[in-house]
């Protein structure tokens, strides 16, 4: 069964960073695009970034656009998401996601939490 598990996340004034990660095991780890999702409270959960499995062009929501990198480390089977210029919008609880290039499968992590506030 595969698992995901997110670090990195933390207290953080506004225009500070934080580098998320998302450790895979349990599934062939480069079949897999990645992806990061976040939920603030109140919210409906929305796709951040996301990367394929050769991390050839990475996709960015439009409010994260020019601040967040996503990349990817096959070989440690990790995620990141770099995240600079935090806003207080961007407080939320940010999930990791996995999805099969071809089937009709997927995993979440447990989230991670990020609150930017002075």
């Known amino acids: 069964q595969g698992q995901l598990v997110e670090s990195g996340g933390g207290l953080v004034q506004p225009g500070g960073s934080l580098r998320l990660s998302c450790a895979a095991s349990?599934?062939?780890?480069?079949?897999?695009?990645m992806n990061w999702y976040r939920q603030a409270p109140g919210m409906e959960r929305e796709l951040v970034a996301g990367?394929?499995?050769?991390?050839?062009?990475?996709n960015y929501a439009d409010a994260v656009k020019g601040r967040f990198t996503i990349s990817r480390d096959n070989a440690k089977s990790t995620v990141y998401l770099q995240m600079n210029n935090l806003k207080p919008e961007d407080t939320a609880l940010y999930y990791c996601?996995?999805?099969?290039?071809?089937?009709?499968?997927?995993?979440w992590g447990q989230g991670t939490q990020v609150t930017v506030s002075s």
């Open positions: 996601n996995a999805r099969h290039m071809l089937l009709p499968r997927h995993y």
């Open positions: 349990g599934f062939t780890f480069t079949t897999y695009a």
């Open positions: 990367i394929t499995t050769t991390s050839s062009s990475p």
